[in-house]
T-cell receptor
C-alpha cells in the first residue's frame, strides 16, 4: 500500500550511460514532481507535471527528460550521465498543482555515477 | 544557522526534552509552510503544515509557530524520543506548485 514508489532504489552506472528512474503514485493525485537532493541534503525541484502536462521545468540540463505516460506515473530519463548527476532523486505527488498543497515523497533513488 | 561545509546544523537533545528547530524563510509572499522529517535512507515525510493566516498550529507532540514579521518558522517537538532523530526541513510554498526547501537541521536524540 505504498503511496509513492520509485524504482530502482539504488543505481550505479558509468559516466556517459543513459538511465531511467520510474515513479508511481496510488494516491489519485493529479500532480507529480521530481526533486534532486545533493550531498549536503539540499532539496531542489526539477520538474512538475499536472495531469501528464509539464508545468514546471527548473534550470535542469536537457539531458534530463521527464515522461508521464499517465497521471499516476512520472519517469525520469537521463542521457549521457555525468559525475555531477550523482545524488538522490525523489519523486513526489500532490492532489493539485496549486498553492497550499502538501507534497508526498517517495523513498528516493540513489544514483552514483562513476 | 547556516550549514558549514558538509555538516548540517545539528541539535542534540536528551530523550524526554523538548526540541525547537528553527527556520528562516526567504519569500514574504509565501503563504503555506510545511515541516518534513527525513530519516536516514528515506524520503521526506510530512509532519505538519501551517497557512499564513495562522501563527500557531498544533499536532500530536508537535507545534509549528509562524512569525511573518521576521519570516521565521519553528517546529517544537514535545517529549523528544529517539525515533525523532532525523533531518528536519522547512518548506515554503513560494509559487504555483513550487516548494522551496530550507537547508535542514539534524536532530539527534540520545537515550
Amino acid at each position: 500500500d505504498t503511496a509513492v514508489s520509485q524504482t530502482p532504489k539504488y543505481l550505479v552506472t558509468q559516466m556517459g550511460n543513459d538511465k531511467s528512474i520510474k515513479c508511481e503514485q496510488n494516491l489519485g493525485h493529479d500532480t507529480m514532481y521530481w526533486y534532486k537532493q545533493d550531498s549536503k541534503k539540499f532539496l531542489k525541484i526539477m520538474f512538475s507535471y499536472n495531469n501528464k502536462e509539464l508545468i514546471i521545468n527548473e534550470t535542469v540540463p536537457n539531458r534530463f527528460s521527464p515522461k508521464s505516460p499517465d497521471k499516476a506515473h512520472l519517469n525520469l530519463h537521463i542521457n549521457s550521465l555525468e559525475l555531477g548527476d550523482s545524488a538522490v532523486y525523489f519523486c513526489a505527488s500532490s492532489q493539485d498543482p496549486g498553492r497550499q498543497e502538501t507534497q508526498y515523497f517517495g523513498p528516493g533513488t540513489r544514483l552514483l555515477v562513476l | 544557522g547556516e550549514s558549514v561545509g558538509l555538516h548540517l546544523p545539528t541539535l542534540s537533545v536528551q530523550e524526554g526534552d523538548n526540541s525547537i528547530i528553527n527556520c528562516a524563510y526567504s519569500n514574504s509572499a509565501s503563504d503555506y509552510f510545511i515541516w518534513y522529517k527525513q530519516e536516514s535512507g528515506k524520503g521526506p515525510q510530512f509532519i505538519i503544515d501551517i497557512r499564513s493566516n495562522m501563527d500557531k498550529r498544533q499536532g500530536q507532540r508537535v507545534t509549528v509557530l509562524l512569525n511573518k514579521t521576521v519570516k521565521h518558522l519553528s517546529l517544537q517537538i514535545a517529549a523528544t524520543q529517539p525515533g525523532d532523530s532525523a533531518v528536519y526541513f522547512c518548506a515554503e510554498n513560494s509559487g504555483y506548485s513550487t516548494l522551496t526547501f530550507g537547508k535542514g537541521t539534524m536532530l539527534l536524540v540520545s537515550p
